[in-house]
T-cell receptor
Framework: ETGVTQSPTHLIKTRGQQVTLRCSSQ?????VSWYQQALGQGPQFIFQ???????GRGNFPPRFSGLQFPNYSSELNVNALELDDSALYLC????????????FGQGTRLTVV | QKEVEQNSGPLSVPEGAIASLNCTYS??????FFWYRQYSGKSPELIMF????GDKEDGRFTAQLNKASQYVSLLIRDSQPSDSATYLC????????????FGSGTRLSIRP
């Protein structure tokens, strides 16, 4: 158990809808990163939040957005869902910004139909 | 060229043998190197990290880093059926700022 929790665990949405995924970071961790993992691929970095500010972003369109709250929990929002957004979405928390190991939550499996 | 490359496998190793997993990376500025284990349908679990050239041992696992060759490896001694999983190599460093870059993973199968 890493202490990182994500909700929901599974979700089915229709193309064009919007979705919000949630993550509670491990106690003492102020950095949260989000990753998308398609089947058979490694996780792809979406963005990172450090003390409520975005601290780096991967190659994802603006319809992927996020937030971090004062308690360091975080949300990932995806607008205008596309079929290719179907994936496992992983949240990882770290005790420090960058250059350190990340501990993953159990993930949210999103299916877009 | 992919930033982190791994052989996708599957790599089949008999129980009790040594499993050797390899990874190369393209960014010479990378400073931190990780191995994650991922069981089917589960999230990645950090099993080893290494920052300096050489070997780092933890139980049955040994991580090896050669920055000059941009090469990272993971050795698993006395392989067990429970080691059957996908192993993800990942790197992080100043050039990649805050993100960890993952390879696509190597599927390892330990046969009894």
């Amino acid at each position: 158990e890493t202490g990182v929790t994500q909700s929901p665990t599974h979700l089915i949405k229709t193309r064009g809808q919007q979705v919000t995924l949630r993550c509670s970071s491990q106690s003492g961790h102020n950095t949260v990163s989000w990753y998308q993992q398609a089947l058979g691929q490694g996780p792809q970095f979406i963005f990172q939040y450090y003390r409520e500010e975005e601290n780096g972003r991967g190659n994802f369109p603006p319809r992927f957005s996020g937030l971090q709250f004062p308690n360091y929990s975080s949300e990932l929002n995806v607008n205008a869902l596309e079929l290719d957004d179907s994936a496992l979405y992983l949240c990882a928390s770290s005790p420090r910004r960058s250059d350190t190991e990340a501990f993953f939550g159990q993930g949210t499996r999103l299916t877009v139909v | 060229q992919k930033e982190v490359e791994q052989n996708s496998g599957p790599l089949s190793v008999p129980e009790g043998a040594i499993a050797s997993l390899n990874c190369t990376y393209s960014d010479r500025g990378s400073q931190s190197f990780f191995w994650y284990r991922q069981y089917s349908g589960k999230s990645p679990e950090l099993i080893m990290f290494i920052y300096s050239n050489g070997d780092k041992e933890d139980g049955r696992f040994t991580a090896q880093l050669n920055k000059a060759s941009q090469y990272v490896s993971l050795l698993i001694r006395d392989s067990q059926p429970s080691d059957s999983a996908t192993y993800l190599c990942a790197v992080n460093g100043p050039s990649s700022a805050s993100k960890i870059i993952f390879g696509s993973g190597t599927r390892l199968s330990i046969r009894p």
